[in-house]
C-alpha cells in the first residue's frame, strides 16, 4: 500500500541538541558575519542547509567500521578495505585517496591542465571550476538548453549537450585533455544524468580520444533517477546501473563526504597507469602517502561501509522522496523552483522571486540572508556571487540566480523540513520588500566562501 507519510529507513540512536534563537539574535550574527552565509557560526543556525558535503549523519555500522580503523602509515589494511568497496561499484584501475573531493580535483588538473587548456563539463561546480582555472586552462559548461532553464520539466536536465561537445572536440581537440561529466549537475539545480547521454558522451569522447572522467560525488541519486525516469531501467539495481556508468568512462573525481555517507574523504580513480603514477607523485607532495591520502585509517573504513549503505533502495527511494516533499510543498505555495526537483537539494528561483533586482545585485544573497533572518535557516546562494567574476576580473550575470537548500543526509525530519516550508512562504510573502548586496571586500578566486557584503540602502 502507498502512504502518504515518509518513513525514514533508520531509527535515531543519538541526538543532538539545537539552539534556537530569535530573529534580532540572527540579525546580528549575520551582520557581524558580513552577511555571508558561510560566516555564520554554526551554533547560530537552526536549521543548516548551505551544503549536503559531510553533514550527514553516520550510521551505526560506520561507527562500528571505525574500531576497525588500522592507522598504520603505509600499506594499512584499511586501505584494501576501502578500494576493495570502491572497486566492487567503480571498477577502475588505480584508487588513490585523497581528504576531500577538490583534493582529487587539484591533484587532477595540476597534471592535465594548464595555461591555453579547455575542460568541457555539463556545468563545473565551484571548486571544479576554480581548480582548472588556477592552472590557467578554461573550465567550458556544454550543458542542454533545458538545463539553463529553471521551469523546464526535461528529466534529465543535467544532459551534457553532445554535439556542441564534437563542435569543440573537432575544432580545438588538441586543447582538451579530458571530457568531464558531472553527477548529478549540482551547479544546474541537483539535475541528473541519463544514461543514455553518458552513454553518447562516452562515445562523442573516445572517438575523439579524449578520457572521460566523471565528477561522481552524487553518483547514487544520479542512478536512482535513472531507474525512476528512464525507459527500460525501472527493473535493473542501482548498484548495476553504477557499475555500467563507471565502465563507460576512464577514471573520475569524488568527494566522498557526499553520496559514500562520509563526514570526510574523497578519491581520485584513473585506468591510465602513467596519469595514475603522476597524480601519486602529487599526492604525496600535498596529501600522504598513497594508501592513506590525507585519511585516517578509521576514515577508510567508514567511507567502504558507507559504500554499502548507499545503493540499498529503500535509502534511497526515503531520500529522493524526502527532498521532493520539500520542493513540492513549495511549488503548491506558489514558490518558484527548479523543476524538476533534484535528489540532493531544493534549489529557489531567487530571480523569479525577486524580480526587482538586477543579477549583479545579487537577488540570491538577498534571499539566502532574508531565510537565515525569519528561522534560523542556512542556505547557499547559487548565482551571480557564486559564478558571476570571470578569470580576467570581469564580472557578469550567471545563467540562474538561485539558493540552494542542500539536504543532509539522514539528519532532518519530517517536521524540520516542515518548518523550513513555513520559514520559505513567510520569506515569499514580502520579497518584494528585500534589498539587494554589494559586495564590500572579495578574495580573488571562491569568493563566495569568504566575501565581506553590505546591503544596498533602498
Keep these: 500500500m502507498a502512504f502518504r507519510t515518509i518513513i525514514e529507513p533508520f531509527r535515531i540512536h543519538s541526538v543532538e541538541p539545537l539552539r534556537l534563537t530569535e530573529p534580532d539574535q ?14 555564520l557560526s554554526a551554533r547560530d543556525v537552526m ?54 573531493g577538490r583534493a582529487a580535483e587539484k591533484i587532477l588538473f595540476g597534471v592535465i591542465g594548464g595555461p591555453g587548456k579547455v575542460v568541457p563539463n555539463n556545468t563545473h561546480f565551484d571548486t571544479t571550476r576554480a581548480n582548472v582555472e588556477y592552472t590557467g586552462a578554461e573550465a567550458l559548461d556544454l550543458v542542454i538548453a533545458e538545463g539553463r532553464d529553471p521551469a ?53 569522447a573516445h572517438r575523439h ?38 565502465g563507460l568512462a576512464d577514471g573520475m573525481t569524488m568527494s566522498a563526504k557526499k553520496d559514500p555517507m562520509g563526514n570526510i574523504g574523497g578519491w581520485l580513480a584513473v585506468n591510465d597507469d602513467d596519469l595514475a603514477e603522476s597524480c601519486r607523485n602529487l599526492l604525496i607532495l600535498t596529501e600522504g602517502f598513497p594508501t592513506y591520502g590525507g585519511l585516517a585509517g578509521r576514515d577508510l573504513e567508514a567511507l567502504a561501509q558507507g559504500l554499502t549503505e548507499v545503493v540499498d533502495h529503500d535509502y534511497l527511494r526515503y531520500r529522493i522522496r524526502s527532498t521532493g516533499y520539500l520542493g513540492e510543498a513549495l511549488a503548491a505555495a506558489g514558490i518558484p523552483v527548479m523543476q524538476p526537483i533534484g535528489g540532493h537539494a531544493v534549489y529557489l528561483d531567487a530571480r523569479a522571486m525577486l524580480p526587482h533586482l538586477e543579477p549583479l545585485e545579487y537577488p540570491g544573497q538577498s534571499l539566502a540572508v532574508a531565510l537565515y533572518v525569519a528561522g534560523g535557516v542556512r542556505g547557499c546562494e547559487i548565482g551571480s556571487v557564486m559564478f558571476g567574476r570571470h578569470p580576467d576580473g570581469t564580472e557578469a550575470a550567471a545563467a540562474m540566480e538561485l539558493v540552494r537548500l542542500a539536504i543532509p543526509r539522514r539528519t532532518y525530519t519530517q517536521s524540520h523540513i516542515d518548518y523550513v516550508i513555513e520559514v520559505c512562504q513567510q520569506v515569499a510573502a514580502s520579497a518584494a520588500g528585500l534589498p539587494g548586496y554589494r559586495i564590500v571586500r572579495e578574495p580573488k578566486s571562491l569568493r563566495h566562501f569568504s566575501a565581506v557584503f553590505e546591503p544596498i540602502p533602498s
Design 26 to 39: 540572527r540579525r546580528d550574527a549575520i551582520r557581524a558575519a558580513g552577511y555571508n552565509l558561510f560566516g
Design 47 to 100: 536549521i543548516d542547509l548551505l551544503t549536503d558535503s559531510g553533514t550527514g549523519a553516520m550510521s551505526r555500522d560506520q561507527w562500528a567500521a571505525i574500531q576497525h580503523g588500522d592507522e598504520s602509515y603505509a600499506g594499512s589494511p584499511s586501505f584494501d578495505i576501502f578500494r576493495g568497496a570502491v572497486q566492487n561499484l567503480f571498477p577502475f584501475k588505480h584508487i588513490i585517496p585523497t581528504h576531500q
Design 152 to 204: 523546464s520539466r526535461h528529466p534529465f536536465k543535467g544532459n551534457m549537450d553532445t554535439s556542441a561537445l564534437d563542435r569543440l572536440l573537432t575544432a580545438r581537440g588538441h586543447l582538451v585533455p579530458a571530457v568531464m561529466l558531472t553527477i548529478t549537475n549540482n551547479s544546474g539545480g541537483g539535475q541528473p544524468v541519463s544514461l543514455a547521454n553518458i552513454r553518447a558522451v562516452s562515445e562523442v
Design 209 to 246: 580520444g579524449k578520457p572521460l572522467i566523471l565528477d561522481a560525488c552524487r553518483f547514487a541519486e544520479n542512478a536512482w533517477f535513472i531507474r525512476q525516469r528512464e525507459p527500460g531501467q525501472q527493473d535493473r539495481q542501482v548498484a548495476d546501473i553504477v557499475r555500467e556508468i563507471a
